[in-house]
């Protein structure tokens, strides 16, 4: 389930992201936010999952102040889904991965046209997505198969890449690539118009 960021806090999520591992008095100087305000968002990020606290840098005598980072996609969330990856593989009725996924997708009752519709499916799948800028690339934060993904990355990718092409069969658009761990906190998957 994708976590509803409020507007402040949005700030703040996306201020980490930009510039990696960071500490709230510089949060604080970059978004003009006093410090205690930004360690309000910082500790309700940390409890939705959405940003870890780590050590800082030792500066001088005494413990280094805390920094705070978007966790690496391993780390996210606990949702698996692998009794979806078996029933997609052993209905599938063939060998390749992708063909699986795609028969799979292909009985999804769901139908997605634009973009919107793409990231609402993936994320009632539960991949946590987010729309880029780019309306033709959205970011994965979170894998249901993570830990199969680490070891077993171009089957279980090609899957993915397969479940959704299937959603999308006889619509505009089409899944051209899926990009594993593109980002340090998610992997992507960009869309392009079907041919037709």
Do not use: K
């Not at 960021?5 to 936010?33: D, K, N, Q, S, W």
């Not at 205690?36 to 940390?46: A, G, I, P, T, Y």
């Not at 070891?151 to 279980?156: E, G, L, Q, Y």
């Not at 980002?183 to 118009?193: I, K, Q, R, S, T």
């Amino acid at each position: 389930m994708t976590h509803h960021v409020p507007g402040r806090r949005a700030g703040v999520l996306r201020a980490i992201r930009e510039t990696g591992p960071v500490g709230v008095a510089e949060l604080a100087g970059r978004l003009g936010l006093h410090p205690n305000s930004v360690r309000f968002h910082l500790d309700q990020l940390v409890a939705d999952g959405l940003v870890e606290r780590v050590p800082g840098h030792a500066r001088g005598p005494g413990r280094p102040a805390a920094e705070y980072r978007v966790p690496p996609v391993a780390a996210r969330g606990r949702d698996r889904r692998y009794e979806v990856l078996a029933e997609i593989l052993l209905t599938g009725g063939t060998g390749d991965p992708e063909t699986a996924g795609a028969a799979w997708g292909r009985r999804l009752t769901a139908r997605p046209e634009t973009s919107a519709q793409v990231v609402r499916l993936l994320d009632e799948l539960g991949f946590e997505p987010e729309q880029a800028a780019d309306p033709h690339r959205i970011r994965l934060r979170h894998c249901p198969f993570l830990e199969l993904a680490s070891r077993h990355r171009d089957a279980v990718c090609s899957v993915h890449l397969g479940m959704l092409n299937g959603a999308l069969a006889n619509g505009p658009l089409r899944a051209t690539r899926l990009l594993p761990f593109a980002d340090p906190d998610a992997c992507v998957v960009e869309l392009g118009v079907a041919d037709g």
